[in-house]
């Protein structure tokens, strides 16, 4: 295959997989389920083949192809790869095998079929493959704004009870993100029909002189939609619902790989193309950074909702590449490139292992577990070392990425990465603090089985109930006696909390309700 047309195979082999998929009778899940994992293997095959056939030394973009589409418009089907898009679609290729295969023995909810959300899989991948290779502006938007139909059907009819919230949330603030940034497109284009060429190509476009005053506002357009769906404090709340009710496929891919076109149209558009902009409102985006670090992690400390703790420690998470992005030197941008995919395996690990307690012992609620690891001590061992790279403990994936950001943001902003490491102390008290109350100290709540009894042979241990259907949590009464704000939070049923623990988690979960 000629490397100009593993791009096009890439893109067009999960779109066609998709309508296949989608044209199977309904009782066909089984066979979906094959072609969808064949097909995604198939796209993991050619991401490595684009691996190998990418030269580090050779021109910025490469396995290039580009034809003609709205030729009035001077809008070309332009696809390639640089070093940035390359690890992406990698990240893409490996993660939605590993989704399929998590989703293999879900079922779907009364009226729908698991053929169907395996045809929006592969819909998706195709339309994240075309937002990392699309050398084309205009081409980027419409994969950009493609990506929403999809997830929003996957999280709408597959997701938890408050699903339709939590889709209609997503699909709108993406939605605002997107026509802002399309008014920013048209303005790029009017700057270069100014200049003689009226191009949507982005190596064209690089090389325009771009007025401050113009790059100001077309650099605030593009931002606005990449802080959303980085996402951004404090255009965040959209990602804590829909990564809790999202099913656990779709949240591994919505924190895996959906959120970094974020941060990956920080690097590829803000930057290079609004270089005197970027380097003006560069305060801004780091206070919003480290705060999105400090106050998701507060936030996360109050979470009883397992899901909705692993979704605030994303943003978090972006919080960190957002810092190594506009730091402006070589360690913090590589390091936040690096963060970039080491999250997506990371946090994809870790929804993993939520997704099967979830499915195991029927509820997403923290103070319902304890003691798993007494009855699954590898998953407890899974979820340990996916909890340790979360917070980026030396040895794991994340270390080398969140040190590099870190020690490259230092020298030129040394307040912000001060603030920065705070959320590290932050990272590691709620993750180790889930992982203490899940997988130790006595068993309680729903029966978790042991892992070498069938789950259906299980026998329940005294004071224990059998497993209900997932549910969210909800706000309980108020114990005569005690106020309010302390009956709601985690810590009033955790005697052995210290006091300042009780505290911010009280503040977290009042402030995230």
Excluded at 213 to 241: E, N
Excluded at 357 to 381: H, N
Aim: proline fraction near 7%; hydrophobic fraction near 55%; aromatic fraction near 12%.
């Amino acid at each position: 295959m000629s490397d100009s047309l593993l791009l096009v195979a890439m893109l067009a082999v999960p779109a066609v997989g998709a309508a296949v998929v989608a044209a199977l009778p309904r009782e066909r899940t089984a066979l979906a389920r094959q072609l969808a994992l064949g097909v995604s293997l198939v796209v993991l095959l050619l991401a490595v083949l684009a691996t190998v056939a990418f030269d580090p030394d050779g021109d910025r973009f490469q396995l290039t192809s580009s034809v003609p589409w709205i030729e009035g418009f001077g809008v070309d089907f332009a696809l390639g790869v640089d070093g940035i898009a390359l690890v992406m679609l990698l990240l893409v290729g490996v993660l939605v095998p590993v989704v399929v295969l998590a989703s293999w023995e879900d079922e779907a909810p009364a009226r729908r079929s698991m053929r169907t959300f395996f045809a929006w899989l592969l819909l998706l991948e195709a339309c994240m493959v075309g937002v990392f290779a699309a050398t084309d502006v205009f081409l980027f938007y419409v994969f950009f704004e493609a990506m929403l139909v999809p997830m929003y059907f996957i999280v709408g009819s597959f997701g938890g009870p408050r699903r339709q919230y939590a889709a209609v949330k997503f699909f709108l603030y993406s939605l605002l993100g997107g026509l802002v940034m399309l008014a920013a497109v048209i303005g790029l284009y009017v700057v270069s029909e100014a200049a003689g060429d009226g191009t949507f190509a982005f190596e064209s476009l690089r090389q325009l002189d771009i007025d401050p005053a113009a790059q100001r506002l077309l650099f605030l357009g593009f931002f606005v939609a990449f802080a959303i769906k980085a996402p951004l404090v404090p255009l965040h709340t959209w990602l804590p619902d829909a990564g809790a009710e999202a099913p656990i496929g779709g949240a591994v891919l919505l924190v895996g790989v959906l959120d970094k076109v974020g941060t990956f149209g920080f690097l590829r558009y803000c930057l290079p193309l609004f270089p005197d902009a970027s380097r003006e409102f560069a305060p801004l985006v780091l206070v919003l950074a480290v705060a999105g670090i400090l106050y998701a992690a507060l936030l996360a400390m109050g979470q009883t909702d397992m899901k909705r703790l692993v979704s605030y420690t994303s943003i978090a998470h972006f919080g960190f590449i957002a810092l190594g992005v506009f730091a402006f030197t070589t360690e913090a941008g590589t390091g936040a490139v690096l963060y970039m995919v080491n999250h997506g395996i990371a946090t994809g690990l870790l929804f993993l292992v939520v997704g099967m307690l979830i499915a195991r012992g029927g509820s997403r609620l923290v103070g319902d577990y304890g003691g798993v690891a007494s009855a699954a001590p590898k998953l407890a061992g899974v979820f340990l070392v996916a909890g340790l790279a979360s917070l980026a403990l030396p040895g794991t994936n994340s270390f080398v990425s969140e040190f590099l950001v870190l020690v490259g943001s230092f020298p030129t902003r040394p307040v912000f990465t001060v603030l920065a490491t705070v959320g590290i102390i932050l990272a590691a008290l709620y993750v180790l603090l889930l992982y203490q109350r899940t997988m130790h100290g006595p068993r309680r709540g729903v029966l978790f089985p042991a892992a070498d009894e069938p789950a259906a042979d299980a026998v329940p241990t005294p004071g224990a109930r059998t497993a209900p259907p997932p549910r969210s949590p909800r706000r309980p009464r108020p114990r005569p006696g005690r106020r309010r704000g302390c009956a709601t939070c985690p810590a009033a049923s955790w005697p052995s909390s210290p006091r300042w623990w009780r505290w911010s988690s009280r503040w977290a979960s009042t402030r995230s309700r």
